[in-house]
């Protein structure tokens, strides 16, 4: 946004600082609320808000995006849901894949472990979760937002952090509800959730169900750099449904996302022989869990946990269509584990936490792939794979020693036994202080990243990859200035060894491991809430550089957000959120700028929401407020990605039974 | 363009300014952990049918921030699947017609008296004060470790026709019986 007046910047942010007043009860008490009762018992009532004080003792920086935000600023994907907290940048293709990148390193979304209800929804094959609408964000509790490795506890993938889904559970939003917004770009999201719970006998169950279809935004064209022509199809159609059954000690838990999603902005069909119609990329992603928790006594926990995966790239996908030709994929892949976690508090002083793991998967070695002979012919069905079996067991071990008053000692490690990539051991540590008012964490965390059956076998091939490891230090503050007015800085310095890079040959591409990312970074971030008046802002700073101190493209050094909600009544409130991304390197030279760059962008939002008139909330979003022309980076044929114009979308809700939606 | 010679020091002015202006307040989480806890214990706890009535009742001696934290709990919840009403009591309200009574730590009415008003009848008395439990409040909320924790007097609880769970019990750091 080459024609953003700082000026309006520095009013905004000036409003946002003098906006000061008392917080009410009720948001503190609604957090309450959503605890059970052994939690409430544990909530310590020295520091006021029960999530920021609960935070304050991890041995990590978390961000907690609610249900209320979730649902009040409209996120409809899983990259609107991120856009507002620090740390995270994006490269939207507007097509079948959305990549983030957190904390400074750009990746095929393998860098971040994204779980549901604390199973993994990362795509087994490549590691890789997928970005986009196919997440029944009206089901969704809380998502938890972990900065930083996690391998310690988590295993694989959680080099830049954790993303964990939490959907709700029927015991805490008993009752009906149901949705349906509609607006541009074809753009229509429809839900509905049933939950049950009976106290007397201890036995409830829940399901939701979600829609979505758009066409994301006007690419045709020159909107689009003249990559497509004005008629080029681009559609997400989505559809989940979520089902969780409680009985007693047990949960049993069920997610399905099916996404088909077309493939026009992987390449370019202005100049090529590729077509911007007819493709369709079709995934299925199925998770289920039944889990039990045992307390042996109020100091020891035992949690068991059974589960099993399934991410397919189905069987009547069109990669790609070309004036000659359609391209079918087929990729199946499952995975079942078993997990035993045991929680033992010994004193007030000392507490352990422990697990046991033990994974065996199915994957495909590559897709299965057909080829027809014409542009209007669809490929035959693609033959089953070949597929290759793994197993992992792996145990993982976590202290906890509140060795001085308000001083918490953090030690563990986990050791993963791999079929495929033989033994990792991955330690952390920290020390954490905690008052009233003032937090701070030294933080030493590692992690890895195993190859994948993708990055082995993609292109040329690579059987010989190692892991991708990650080691980072962390130092963060904050300080709690009221109940609920919180603010917290965090430095931290990330080194990312034995990266997977593409390498180039005359023959083709294959993937090795070839030198280092260092990130040096800096977060900001404060809110304050009262009646009337929610606020908040952040700023991120990277610099992240590769071994030859080169920049890394597509990671701009300055981000920021912040935004601000006012009630004007209980019923009828307006949002506004604005989100800076600074100018980043594009990874290929774009020929419509005569540069290598994609310049800085500036984008706002308003919302309004009215809300139990008869049962009934009515809600309005308008993104991109200013319909500001901005674009992504790219690694693919189109050199960078038009983002959305203004996008007006009209939502209303009803409530049946209750008013927890 | 934003330059970054404005933009981080405006940012850091921003966060410095804000971290300052703002005026420490006073939390009552303390009160708002309490009532929540009041709220829950109800799922876990039976009155016997002669204390069906079309309201849940509850009614607080001596601390209005748990009165307030109860109001706005109930606004939303209904609690035994019947709306809630919360009133704040003095020394000479009748009190049998309440399915609880909160006794904070901060009343001037005795124990003693209290229990005497309700003896018999399908009323819970939660106590708010060390030592409450034991000399018979049915629930009594005691502080430990800046956590608070809860007492069972399952003696009181029986008289007053008042069933629980062993979910409950097992939840509680002290029983008397």
């Not at chain 1, 390193?105 to 994204?114: D, E, F, R, W």
């Not at chain 1, 033989?422 to 202080?433: C, E, I, K, S």
């Not at chain 1, 195993?450 to 962390?474: I, R, V």
Request: glycine content about 6%.
């Amino acid at each position: 946004m080459n024609d953003l007046d700082y000026r309006h910047f520095i009013i905004f942010l000036i409003l946002f600082s003098t906006a000061t007043t008392i917080k009410a009860q009720s948001d503190n008490i609604k957090e309450l609320m959503d605890l059970s009762l052994s939690d409430l018992l544990n909530v310590e009532i020295v520091t006021a808000s029960k999530k920021l004080q609960k935070l304050g003792d991890v041995p990590a920086t978390v961000k907690v995006i609610s249900k209320e935000k979730i649902i009040q600023n409209g996120y409809l994907t899983l990259e609107d849901v991120l856009s507002d907290l620090q740390g995270f940048q994006f490269r939207n293709i507007q097509g079948f894949n959305s990549y983030i990148f957190q904390r400074g390193i750009p990746n095929q979304n393998n860098l971040t472990l994204v779980l549901i209800d604390g199973i993994q929804i990362n795509e087994l094959n490549s590691g890789g979760f997928y970005g986009g609408a196919q997440y029944n964000l009206e089901n969704v509790e809380r998502i938890e937002v972990v900065y930083g490795p996690a391998s310690a506890l988590y295993g694989t993938n959680a080099i830049s952090g954790i993303i964990n889904i939490i959907t709700k559970n029927p015991k805490d939003y008993p009752g009906a509800n149901a949705s349906i917004e509609y607006g541009a770009f074809n753009t229509v999201n429809a839900n509905a959730s049933y939950r049950y719970f009976d106290e007397e006998d201890n036995f409830g169950f829940g399901i939701s169900g979600m829609f979505k279809t758009t066409e994301k935004a006007d690419l045709g064209g020159k909107e689009g750099d003249n990559n497509w022509t004005e008629n080029m199809e681009n559609f997400e159609d989505d559809l989940a449904v979520d089902a969780k059954i409680l009985y007693e000690e047990f949960t049993f838990g069920l997610t399905f996302q099916s996404k088909k999603a077309s493939r026009t902005t992987n390449y370019k069909s202005t100049g090529t022989l590729y077509l911007d119609h007819g493709s369709s990329w079709n995934i299925n992603f199925l998770t289920g869990f039944l889990k039990h928790d045992y307390s042996i006594d109020e100091r020891l926990k035992l949690t068991s946990n059974i589960y099993c995966i399934d991410a397919t790239v189905l069987d009547n996908t069109i990669g790609y269509v070309t004036t000659t030709s359609q391209a079918g994929y087929y990729r199946p892949n499952n995975l079942i584990g078993i997990e035993e976690i045991l929680s033992w508090e010994i004193n007030n002083q000392l507490s352990f936490i422990g697990g046991l793991e033990y994974e065996s998967e199915t994957l495909a070695t590559g897709f299965s792939q057909t080829y027809s002979s014409s542009a209007t012919t669809a490929p035959a069905v693609p033959p089953e794979p070949e597929k290759q079996n793994n197993s992992l067991f792996s145990f993982y071990l976590q202290s906890q020693f509140k060795f001085y008053t308000n001083f918490n000692l953090f030690a563990g490690f986990r050791f993963d036994n791999s079929s495929v990539y033989d033994q990792v051991f991955t330690p952390r540590a920290g020390l954490v202080y905690k008052d009233e008012k003032l937090g701070a964490k030294f933080l030493y965390a590692s992690a890895f990243r195993a190859p994948k059956p993708w990055d082995y076998n993609s292109g040329l091939g690579n059987l010989n990859l190692e892991s991708e490891k990650m080691s980072s230090f962390e130092f963060s503050l904050s300080y709690s200035l009221s109940k609920n007015s919180y603010a917290e800085i965090s430095f931290y310095k990330n080194s990312l060894h034995e990266k997977l890079s593409q390498v180039n040959t005359n023959n083709g591409w294959y993937w090795d491991n070839v030198g280092e990312t260092n990130v040096d970074g800096v977060e900001l971030f404060a809110e304050h809430a009262s009646d009337k008046l929610k606020i908040y802002g952040n700023y991120t700073y990277n610099y992240a550089v590769f071994d030859d101190n080169t920049i890394v493209p597509e990671i701009a050094k300055h981000s920021a957000n912040f935004g601000v909600r006012y009630n004007f009544t209980d019923q009828f409130s307006i949002g506004f959120r604005n989100n800076y991304l600074g100018r980043r390197e594009n990874p290929v030279y774009i020929e419509s700028t005569g540069d290598k760059q994609v310049g800085p962008a500036f984008v706002s939002h308003l919302n309004f929401a009215f809300i139990n008139v008869a049962g009934f909330n009515f809600r309005l979003f308008v993104n991109n407020l200013f319909d500001t022309e901005f674009y992504h980076t790219s690694n693919r044929p189109p050199q960078r990605y038009r983002q959305p114009q203004r996008m007006v979308l009209f939502k209303i809700e009803y409530n049946l039974f209750s008013n927890n939606f | 363009m934003l330059r970054l010679r404005y933009f981080v020091p405006v940012l850091i002015l921003f966060f410095l300014g804000y971290v300052s202006e703002i005026k420490s307040q006073e939390g009552n989480t303390e009160a708002n952990v309490k009532a929540v806890l009041v709220y829950k214990f109800t799922k876990f706890l039976h009155w016997p049918e002669n204390a069906d009535r079309d309201t849940f009742k509850i009614g607080v001696l001596g601390d209005a921030e748990i009165a307030s934290a109860l109001k706005i709990i109930t606004h939303e919840q209904l609690i035994k699947k019947k709306p809630a009403k919360i009133e704040e009591l003095n020394p000479s309200t009748p009190l049998k017609s309440y399915n609880i009574i909160f006794l904070s730590q901060k009343s001037t009415m005795d124990i003693k008296n209290v229990l005497q008003k309700i003896q018999g009848e399908p009323v819970l008395l939660i106590g708010d004060k060390e030592g409450f439990g034991e000399k018979g409040a049915g629930i009594n909320l005691i502080k430990q470790d800046g956590k608070i924790k809860f007492e069972i007097n399952l003696s009181s609880l029986r008289e007053n026709g008042i069933e629980s769970n062993t979910q409950f019990i097992n939840l509680a750091s002290v029983l008397y019986d």
